[in-house]
């Protein structure tokens, strides 16, 4: 008896090493692995606080609408007109986020701007001053941004040729959707950049402190191209202490004759500013990511001097950081998972590289990951799909650490499955057991030794939406059961 304890000791205290991630579709997300329909398609997604999916497309590609769906990729009937919500309007370049449980979405519609929010049930909230915003702004509008204290920042931008200048716009929309007026000027800040501070084709990030960045690049007629990024205060204001009098420029990412398509940013979880594009022309097409502090200091310890490279990759068109890891996706359907220093991940698939199949000539269009590290990925093609990516391999195997242990089914029984709540475990010997949940990753998020139980209950209500394994040990046999959480 002593030395099964002692085995059982070691076996727990073992479950917690990491382990390589491979990935692959999840086979119980959709139709094995992705959901698709062409009248309504999906470009950008978000993930409400409960798991639920949403993804918006505009007429470019499908019926304008709103789509929800659980995390089983299974439409959530209940939301709109079962499942979806038609916008009111058609918009390009659509953009979509979460605000406060309620659904932003936002774009243009006959060049002028859209934004409207809906509750969570798919219902229009009335609260919200919808329809029609811009306070006169004409120039398209970029993106919009959350900040920490519930309010919107609204951003336009414009080029103007052959004059070479450039404006960035913010509009501050309180939580109700009316305009701030304490912001900027009325509500609004306006920011032109002309000849050697022009900027083309930017991207935008807000960090803790509600300061809003620029990435995008500066080109001169002798075909010089530099990286800049522009730093604003939380008034909408240059803010004076980043860079150079609220601008950095980076010089040593491009040479003649190469260009650069355009830029995205992200504020990183320490602060730091992160931006990510392609560079193509000259040798080959690469991607790079460049780092800096929250003052605009270049992190040399990233890459090299800040500077990170990897050749023949095409577009970058998303961001995501998670548990210290830096993920980029690019329209040639790969996604990169980087360490914080700047070196791809030899943990994550094929050396930190994950490709995507899926359709014909299907391309990414966003990227989400979920709290148990799975990937959600919209693409677009003749169809437009919503995918999930999970770890492939049997998290057993890939321990490496079970071979000594009888891998034979223990008579139990798991349910409900799917559950929100709570799971019970049934015929369970009287013999000591130790039991485990484990996420996805595999990261072990419950654990439990029970002795003289038939039936274990474990509550689940706090636990992110997704899959898990339970696994048994009892009487030198081992199990592994699977549940959904809802």
């Known amino acids: 008896m002593k030395q099964k304890f002692i085995l059982l000791a070691l076996l727990i205290s073992m479950c917690s090493l990491g382990f390589s991630q491979n990935y692959q579709l999840d086979s119980s997300f959709g139709k094995d692995g992705t959901t698709s329909n062409p009248k309504f398609g999906a470009e950008k997604v978000a993930i409400l606080p409960d798991g639920r999916i949403i993804t918006v497309a505009s007429g470019d590609v499908a019926k304008p609408n709103l789509t929800c769906t659980f995390p089983t990729g299974k439409l959530d009937k209940s939301f709109g007109n079962k499942g979806r919500v ?119 990030a807000i960090d803790q402190l509600n300061r809003i960045f620029a990435a995008g690049y500066f080109s001169t007629e002798l075909f010089s191209i530099e990286l800049r990024i522009i730093g604003f205060n939380d008034n909408g204001n240059l803010d004076n202490s980043f860079g150079s009098s609220g601008s950095l420029y980076v010089s040593y990412i491009y040479t003649y004759p190469e260009a650069v398509t355009p830029t995205q940013i992200k504020v990183l979880a320490n602060g730091n500013i992160l931006t990510a594009g392609t560079v193509f022309g000259g040798n080959a097409t690469r991607v790079f990511m460049f780092e800096c502090k929250p003052d605009g200091t270049t992190k040399s310890a990233f890459g090299t001097n800040g500077v990170v490279t990897i050749n023949n990759y095409n577009k970058i068109n998303k961001i995501v950081e998670q548990d210290g890891k830096i993920y980029l996706s690019t329209i040639d359907n790969i996604v990169f998972r980087f360490l914080k220093n700047g070196t791809l991940d030899s943990g994550f698939c094929d050396n930190g590289i994950l490709t995507v199949n899926i359709g014909a000539n299907a391309q990414i269009r966003d990227m989400v990951l979920l709290d148990n590290s799975d990937i959600l990925l919209t693409l677009f093609s003749q169809q437009q799909y919503l995918a999930k990516y999970t770890p492939a391999s049997s998290i057993l195997k890939e321990a490496g650490f079970l071979n000594n242990l009888k891998q ?74 699977k549940f959904l959480k809802q």
């Not at 993106?143 to 509009?171: C, H, M, N, V």
């Not at 939580?175 to 930017?202: A, C």
Request: net charge neutral; with cysteine; charged share 15%.
């Open 408 to 481: 034979e089914n223990i008579r139990v029984s798991l349910y409900p499955n799917p559950t929100s709540n709570y799971i019970h475990i049934s015929g369970l010997s009287n013999e000591k057991a130790a039991i485990q949940v484990i996420n996805n990753s595999g990261k072990i998020v419950k654990s439990f030794t029970v002795e003289n139980e038939p039936m274990k209950t474990i509550d689940v209500q706090d636990l992110p939406a997704g899959i898990y394994f339970v696994r048994i040990i009892q009487n030198n046999k081992l199990t592994t059961l």
């Open 86 to 204: 038609l916008l009111p309007v058609d918009i390009s370049n659509p953009i979509l986020l979460i605000q406060n449980n309620q659904i932003v979405v936002g774009g243009m519609s006959n060049s002028k701007t859209f934004i409207v929010r809906y509750n969570n049930n798919g219902t229009l909230d009335n609260s919200f001053a919808n329809g029609r915003k811009g306070q006169g702004i004409t120039a398209p509008l970029m993106d919009i941004k959350l900040r920490t204290d519930g309010q919107l920042i609204l951003i336009f931008f414009a080029e103007y040729y052959p004059e070479q200048y450039s404006t960035i716009w913010q509009l501050c929309l309180n939580e109700n959707g009316t305009v701030n007026t304490s912001f900027g000027i009325n509500g609004t800040s306006t920011n032109t950049f002309r000849d050697r501070y022009y900027i083309h084709s930017p991207s935008f």
